[in-house]
T-cell receptor, first 113, second 113 residues
Framework: AQSVTQLGSHVSVSEGALVLLRCNYS??????LFWYVQYPNQGLQLLLK??????LVKGINGFEAEFKKSETSFHLTKPSAHMSDAAEYFC???????????FGQGTRLTINP | NAGVTQTPKFQVLKTGQSMTLQCAQD?????MSWYRQDPGMGLRLIHY???????DQGEVPNGYNVSRSTTEDFPLRLLSAAPSQTSVYFC????????????FGEGSWLTVV
């Protein structure tokens, strides 16, 4: 069985500040991990994914995430927030031959000018 | 590059009415699924299919039916709509050879009154 916990349903940062969105997972098999972004009234767009290659994964829009097996974490970061980063972010996990993608509850990111 | 196409984008139903949400993908993906998105709950899996003629229940299947007569299409049927089915519905597809990456449609906003 797999599960995802996103710490913090709302995160607010100032423009230019570091963005850190936290994700912890549980998986009985080696996981595949994903971060998706959703802008208002739109679908989900893949930001980045971890598939057992490099533990530091770079995605679109300057985001990256680091897979830490010892901490069962896959936190999303961006060095300098931009107003256009305001959106909802979802962490998700699947594993092995599993067909199901399990999502966290989402974190809404607000950027203050 | 159509990807995953969902129709309709917006729909208002009366309690007790039935309707079908259409989903089609042109990527020859064997796996397709339907999720619903509700505030604070992330995305929850309704039904999924691992190939034509094969379907299975997800986390919240009650009140929904699916079928998979072709690889391309995976319609979701609401048998007798209830206000609790007011939600945003996402169709998704993936193939095993793409690192388990799931591709989402644009979403269907359904309101049951």
């Amino acid at each position: 069985a797999q599960s995802v916990t996103q710490l913090g349903s709302h995160v607010s940062v100032s423009e230019g500040a570091l963005v850190l969105l936290r994700c912890n997972y549980s998986s009985s098999v080696p996981p595949y991990l994903f971060w998706y972004v959703q802008y208002p009234n739109q679908g989900l767009q893949l930001l980045l994914k971890y598939t057992s290659a490099a533990t530091l994964v770079k995605g679109i829009n300057g985001f990256e995430a680091e897979f830490k097996k010892s901490e069962t974490s896959f936190h999303l970061t961006k060095p300098s927030a931009h107003m256009s980063d305001a959106a909802e972010y979802f962490c998700a996990v699947t594993g092995g031959g599993a067909q199901k993608l399990v999502f966290g509850q989402g974190t809404r990111l607000t950027i203050n000018p | 590059n159509a990807g995953v196409t969902q129709t309709p984008k917006f729909q208002v139903l009366k309690t007790g009415q039935s309707m079908t949400l259409q989903c089609a993908q042109d990527m020859n993906h064997e796996y397709m699924s339907w999720y619903r998105q509700d505030p604070g709950m992330g995305l929850r899996l309704i039904h999924y299919s691992v190939g034509a003629g094969i379907t299975d229940q997800g986390e919240v299947p009650n009140g929904y039916n699916v079928s998979r007569s072709t690889t391309e299409d995976f319609p979701l049927r609401l048998l007798s709509a209830a206000p609790s089915q007011t939600s945003v519905y996402f169709c998704a597809s993936k193939t095993a050879g793409d690192g388990n990456t799931i591709y989402f449609g644009e979403g269907s906003w359904l309101t049951v009154v």
